[in-house]
């Protein structure tokens, strides 16, 4: 997963394109830990009570990692628990004039890592 | 890390699910589960033996593939894992199966009250084959619908995955039910089928895997009940039922729930405008989802878990 969104900041560099997280996490001190061992550069609100935040709750989530993919406008255009996403990404800054083709080769020397 | 979690989310997913999704086998009887016959006629307490000692057996056998799962390092090694354990699963479900035709051979109309209470209690909370299911629900409408003490069976006919004979079972019991929580707890079951079915979200002619064709094209069809109606039942059910003691709660606040849930899940279809967000990051300042207008969003649920 964090290899995935890492490779996804890198390669969107420069483009219209953003992730946001609603963190979970009870313990900041550990987060804040985790994010700078996992190089984690995206921001995220805080779901305070963990799972059972107040921001999960507006959005019925019912699993974690919950994913959406918002257009410029702010419309939900995909939402799911993981899986092709990234083609949609790519659609939506399609739409915006920007072609692009994402692909996660240069990140897989931190996917070994993670295992 | 990540990644680690979903695997252990699917097999815990799975230790919920397969009882009631893995049943494909149930019906085969191959010769491949040895059945233990003991000598003499079955009764309640000697097929609950039997019973408990392969489950326990089969709780020993989960364990170990949790055990395995847990050193499992590579994807395939946990997918061959996951297959194991819906491979035991079955053939569980198989030897439930099999105590199951037999319990059930135990009782008839004679039966006393007491032990059909037992032996229906057993079988619906156990057997996941559709035709051994089907049967204990007529058979619970048949002794139970003019009891009072029928509460018991009916929380257990709405458990579990919704089929045909089991909706209509309660169904009866919420038309003529003998006390206001049997008829309340009957119906709110049947408006929890449904959300059930739609969570499922089930294309048409989709055959559920371990499901007949029958009970999959029937949770189809519970599922296409609309919005509207199902806001309506639980409306209608918080208002005549509201006090009634149902879960941790009672039918009155659940619904309220289940209505919130419904309305927010509507709210947040694709093509939908995102709600906004407003709170504080991870050190404290305070920022909007709105702010990322102009950008293409992806929206993070995490955890580092």
Redesign the interface.
Known sequence: ??PH?RS?VKQLAGL??????????KD?D???Q??EE?NIT??????ND??DGV??E????K?????????????????GH?GD?DSV?ET??GE?GHEVKISHQDDSDKEDK?? | MKRFCWFTLALAALWVATPTCVSAQDTGGDGASEEVRQDGPDTFDSLMKEFSEFNADFAKSRSDLSRRMAAAKENEERQGINQEFMELQNTFQTRVGQIGERMFALINDETEIDEATKILTWLLQNVRDESIQEQTAKFVVAKFLNRSDALGVVRLLGAGLPMAAKIDALKLFGESGTTEEIRGTALMSIAEAINTAQGIGLEKGVVLSGLSPETSAYLYELSQTTTDELVGMYQDLAEKYGEVTFRNGTIGKVAGQKIKAIEIAAKLKIGAEAPDIEGPDIDGEVFKLSDYRGKVVMLDFWGDW
Do not use: C, H
């Open positions: 997963m964090y969104e996804l219209p394109f953003a992730i946001i997280g609603v963190n979970s996490d900041m550990v987060l804040k985790r994010i996992e995206w921001r995220s609100f805080r779901n963990g799972v921001i999960s507006n959005w019925a989530i699993g974690w990692p919950t994913i959406f993919v918002l257009d410029e406008k702010g419309v939900i255009r995909w939402q993981g996403y990404i939506l800054l915006m993670e295992d």
